[in-house]
Structures are given as C-alpha cells and as structure tokens.
C-alpha cells in the first residue's frame, strides 16, 4: 500500500476538525463586519455572492454538470431559503444575541430534520428522535433563561437563531436528494447567486474598508467553501457518525472565540442547555448511517 493511500484516511479526523474550526468563525468574521457598520443583511448578501462566484469557478474548471429542469427549479427556491433566509437569518442571530449563541441554536437542524422527515417525509419517529427534540426543546429553554455576560438570549435572538437552526436543516434534507447526483460546488454555484438575489432588494450598502473585505472574503473563502472542501474530504475516509461528532466542535471554537475577542460568556445554566442542545445533536447523528 502506497504511502498516499496510508495518508489520506489517517488525515481524515483532521480534515472534519479544520471544517469545524471554520464554521466556528461564522460569528465572529460576521460580527467583526457589523461591527464596522455593516448591517447584517449585507454580511448575510456578501457571503452569498463571493461564495457563489468561488463555487462558479470551481464548477467551470471542474466541468461539472448543472442542474436542469425541475431540478433547477427546486435548486433556485433552495437557494432562496437555504443562500437568502438561512444566511440572514444566522448574521441576525449573531446581531441580537451574540456569536456564540447563534453557533448553539445552530444545532437544533438535526431536531427540525426528524421533524421535517416525519411530517412531510413519513420518516418514524422513534424514541431516540423523540429524546433528542425533547433535549433540544429543554436546551432552549435553559439557554433562554440562562444568558450570560455579552449574550442576549432575547426572544427576537432566539426567534433567528432557531429560524437558522431551520433553514439549516434543508440542507440535510437537500443534499440527500441531490448530492449524490451533482457535484455539490455546481449546486452552489447555482443556488448561492439566487440566495444573493434574494438579499439584494434589502440591503443598504455602506462603504467598506479592506478590513472588513478581508471579513467577507473570509466567511465566503473559508467559512463557507474551505470549510465545505475539507469536511467532503474527510467524509470519503471516516464514518459519518465519527465526523459527526468531531464536527460538533464548532460551537466550542465559537464560544471560545467570542469569549476571546468580544467577551462573551454563556451563563453556567446556558452552558447547561448548549450542552443539550448540542448533545441531542449528536444523538440522532449517531442514530444515522455510518
């Protein structure tokens, strides 16, 4: 066996744990921008239109073959609430709440996945699907009381963060249809430019110094397609149950980011429900195919 083939899968574990570093930084590049004035909708509108310029790139020198058809149709609408409402409705958690919480409330996608599968999929719902929609409800429901120094779990932060947590779910949902049968970068490059259409009616743009550029080209370049490139990677030569749980360290990096650079600190009783939260995760993750 060649070095190179020893290589990859011993290479895998660290692969999923850069694709987590990275989504880890969602919030903070993303309220690095709105701290410099950018309003939320714009950082949500620049991740969409720089991400899907790179995906494009990636397609046409990959040749990949695009979507046609009514699979192009239901691409356009997915990347109208996956590209426009799940990217706004994240930077408006990060806004209302603060970064770390809005990487928590992230983790409620597999609860709304085995809801979604069972109201409109006639997926069962077994008990350990009902034990982790029930924890992740409990979690919440203990981070919206909890708070903590810098985080505001207010109704209106919460109402976006779960709204994310939602319109994040599709893409589980969207890539079990589709990924098996188009390159996943020729779908973005198709969906992400509808999702930046989408935001551009609501944007007010406001100039930009190359600091908070360089914070864009971050969430579009590592934060989204990076990010993407390295847990597909790591996929082919792990078992998804193990990258599952490798992956849940995203919202530890953010957590420990935020706390870093902008003093954010969830409260021990919110600590207590991102753990349910992200544990109920996990569970119906280690319920599914390896």
Known sequence: MSRVAVGRPALAPLL????????????????????????????AFWRATLAGGIFGLHALLTRARLPRGRDLAVTVAFGLVGGS???AAY??????????????????????????GWGF???????????????????I???????????????????WGLLAGLTYSLYYLYGKAFFSRYSPAALFAVALPVGALGLL????????????WLSLWGLALLCTYLAYLAYSAGLRHLPATRASVIASLEPV?????????FGERLS???????????????????????
């Open 16 to 43: 999923i744990l850069a694709a987590a570093v990275l989504w880890g930084l969602l919030g903070i590049l993303g309220k690095q921008a709105q701290a410099a004035g950018l309003g939320p909708l714009e950082v």
């Open 85 to 87: 409402l799940f990217y």
């Open 91 to 116: 930077q408006l958690a990060v806004k209302f709440g603060g970064a770390s919480l809005a990487s928590v409330l992230l983790y409620t996608a597999p609860a709304f996945v085995a809801l979604l």
């Open 121 to 139: 999929l006639r997926e069962r719902l077994g008990g350990r699907e009902l034990l982790a929609v029930g924890g992740t409800l409990v979690g």
């Open 141 to 159: 429901g203990l981070i919206s009381f909890g708070g903590g120094q810098g985080v505001t779990a207010s109704p209106v932060a919460l109402a």
């Open 201 to 212: 009616p609501l944007v007010d743009f406001v100039p930009k110094p190359p600091s908070v």
């Open 253 to 261: 990096v953010a957590a420990l980011l935020a706390a870093l650079l």
């Open 268 to 290: 021990p009783l919110a600590l207590g429900g991102a753990a349910l939260v992200i544990g109920a995760a996990l569970l119906l993750s280690l319920g599914g195919e390896s």
